[in-house]
């Protein structure tokens, strides 16, 4: 019988931290290890921040970003024109989007792209929610900030395809985001750019 070299609870953790995109075993071995180096204070205050995530934050209502109110901070900002929406694809590129001070609307996060091969569909996303704001008769200004993927792209033209016939301006990143390149990577001063440089679909 082959002894157990790592321990259990130790293992698990590993398992578990190999769920979260982009950390692989060596990495997950490497966090576990620092947690299980660190004051056991410590390590309480970490679990105690993960189970307060899904205790104390929640979707927005209006934009669908993650946030402890609803409406969130940024939809009731009396400062935003809530006449032009940027839809993007994750709550990290509406952040990124944020840091460059150069969008003054409101946001909608669609939470996923088009992606039929991975059998996600306009149902999948939220882009029903999309359309019903558009219909409220309030908006004025769809930007679709989706990343130059091929999935990006693909969501993309079938938004512009959906709101063709709404009474809205829809309009698109322009220069400054190279194809291939995940949105929420992008410098602020390259996202800038792009947001001011926007142009319309048609």
Same mark, same amino acid.
């Given at each position: 019988?082959?002894?157990?070299?790592?321990?259990?609870?130790?293992?698990?953790?590993?398992?578990?931290?190999?769920?979260?995109?982009?950390?692989?075993?060596?990495?997950?071995?490497?966090?576990?290890?620092?947690?299980?180096?660190?004051?056991?204070?410590?390590?309480?205050?970490?679990?105690?921040?993960?189970?307060?995530?899904?205790?104390?934050?929640?979707?927005?209502?209006?934009?669908?970003?993650?946030?402890?109110? #609803?409406?969130?901070?940024?939809?009731? #900002?009396?400062?935003? #024109?809530?006449?032009?929406?940027?839809?993007?694809?994750?709550?990290?590129?509406?952040?990124?989007?944020?840091?460059?001070?150069?969008?003054?609307?409101?946001?909608?996060?669609?939470?996923?792209?088009?992606?039929?091969?991975?059998?996600?569909?306009?149902?999948?996303?939220?882009?029903?929610?999309?359309?019903?704001?558009?219909?409220?008769?309030?908006?004025?200004?769809?930007?679709?900030?989706?990343?130059? %993927?091929?999935?990006?792209?693909?969501?993309?033209?079938?938004?512009?395809?959906?709101?063709?016939?709404?009474?809205?301006?829809?309009?698109?990143?322009?220069?400054?985001?190279?194809?291939?390149?995940?949105?929420?990577?992008?410098?602020?001063? %390259?996202?800038?750019?792009?947001?001011?440089?926007?142009?319309?679909?048609?």
């Amino acid at each position: 019988m082959v002894s157990q070299v790592i321990p259990h609870a130790l293992e698990r953790l590993i398992q578990d931290l190999t769920r979260l995109p982009g950390i692989g075993k060596k990495t997950a071995s490497r966090l576990a290890l620092n947690i299980l180096r660190r004051p056991p204070a410590e390590a309480r205050e970490l679990a105690s921040a993960l189970m307060e995530l899904h205790s104390s934050i929640q979707l927005c209502s209006c934009c669908f970003t993650f946030s402890e109110h #609803d409406p969130c901070e940024l939809c009731k #900002d009396p400062k935003r #024109d809530p006449q032009i929406i940027c839809v993007v694809e994750q709550p990290g590129d509406l952040l990124a989007i944020e840091k460059t001070n150069s969008f003054h609307g409101h946001y909608h996060i669609l939470h996923g792209v088009l992606s039929p091969i991975d059998g996600i569909g306009p149902g999948e996303i939220k882009i029903a929610e999309l359309e019903a704001r558009v219909t409220s008769g309030t908006v004025k200004e769809i930007l679709i900030a989706t990343s130059s %993927t091929v999935p990006g792209e693909t969501t993309a033209n079938y938004l512009i395809d959906r709101l063709q016939k709404a009474a809205v301006t829809v309009s698109r990143l322009a220069c400054g985001i190279p194809m291939g390149m995940d949105i929420k990577y992008a410098d602020k001063y %390259t996202l800038a750019k792009a947001i001011e440089s926007r142009s319309k679909t048609a």
